[in-house]
């Protein structure tokens, strides 16, 4: 069973009351194996049809036949560590290993191939090699990341699914945005999903919840305040900002996306995702947030056996 420290769990606790108990269950559980389509390089049917040859596959949502749970091995065994990983399919690029939740982001800003579309936070390349297969590969994608090392894992997985219609940028985010700016550059469709404490991931990287502390989570609710105070003017009129973190603290996400609305024309728009969400909180200690919080979608491990996700989609009015 999970022992997280004192005050994380007083804060889960706080949350989400006598559910904690079974929310620090299931983060002691290990996550499902959970891959999407690359619909750049194959169908989803067909992609199903040749996994299922050697695995139990499913596809739980019809709207999304990307979306795919591997079960088991054929006889009902477990998947090795990485056997994910070692397929022929997946070395051609025809699917990506992705958690549930993390696919969310990219649903919920539902790009189109007309499009630019920038996503600030790129590396590894799990988004945005989803938001290129939305785009049908077409359109203009912006990927940018601030590290060497992480530019070079998320180029190869471009390159690995087949993209082409990405530029990617090795920049600061806040700067790049800045620089953008300057040039009097404007993109339909923004996506940050921002490096943040953690906390919805525990399940896949128990060492997060050692290395948890509260001056962390201040640290990172500043910076990614800084990331998309920078990157929602680059907006249209009329475009949409998708803000997503894998943490559950109040600090990192409705404050954040409060800050947005109390200093840009922003307006939080509702999102309709394919998994059990629950409504963004009206407040955290002694703090108020908009009514219209509720529209933001909170995505916690015990409702879909899934991590931890926040999603706000915020849309840039005149």
């Known amino acids: 069973m999970l022992q997280p420290k004192p005050l994380f769990a007083e804060r889960i ?4 009351g006598n559910e ?4 620090f269950d299931y983060c002691s559980k290990p996550s499902p194996d959970c891959i999407r389509a690359n619909k750049i390089k194959i169908s989803p049917s067909e992609l199903f049809k040749n996994l299922s040859k050697i695995w139990q596959v ?3 949502f019809h709207q999304y036949p990307e979306i795919m749970k591997v079960v088991s091995k054929l006889d ?14 997946h070395l051609l690029g025809y699917y990506y290993v992705q958690g ?20 600030l936070c790129a590396s590894p390349g799990s988004k945005t090699t989803q938001l290129a297969a939305e785009m049908k ?3 203009m994608l912006l990927a940018n990341d601030n590290d060497l090392s992480r530019i070079i894992v998320l180029n190869s997985n471009l390159e690995r699914c087949g993209v082409t219609n990405c530029i990617v940028t090795r920049e600061d985010g806040a700067r790049l945005c800045e620089k953008f700016s300057k040039l009097g550059i ?12 953690g906390e919805g991931v525990i399940r896949e990287n128990p060492k997060t919840l050692e290395m948890w502390n509260y001056k962390m989570i201040k640290n990172f609710s500043a910076q990614q305040k800084r990331l998309a105070a920078s990157a929602f003017p680059l907006l249209k009129d009329g475009g949409e900002m998708v803000y997503s973190t894998c943490t559950l603290a109040p600090e990192e996400n409705e404050e954040v996306v409060q800050f947005l609305i109390d200093n840009f024309n922003a307006k939080i728009e509702e999102i309709k995702l394919p998994i059990k969400t629950r409504e963004g909180i009206a407040n955290w200690q002694g703090k108020e947030f908009s009514k219209e919080m509720k529209k933001c979608c909170r995505i916690y ?18």
């Open 13 to 16: 606790r706080t949350l989400l």
């Open 20 to 23: 904690a108990e079974r929310f």
């Open 58 to 60: 499913l596809q739980p």
């Open 76 to 89: 009902g065994s477990p998947l090795e560590p990485g056997e994910l990983g070692k397929t022929k399919e």
């Open 100 to 119: 549930l939740s993390s696919m969310m982001p990219v649903i919920a800003l539902a790009p189109n191939e007309k499009e630019s579309v920038l996503d």
């Open 137 to 139: 590969n077409s359109g």
């Open 186 to 197: 404007q993109l339909d469709k923004i996506l940050v999903d921002t490096s943040c404490s």
């Open 301 to 318: 491990p015990q409702d879909n056996d899934s991590e931890g996700f926040f999603v706000a989609k915020l849309r840039k009015v005149k």
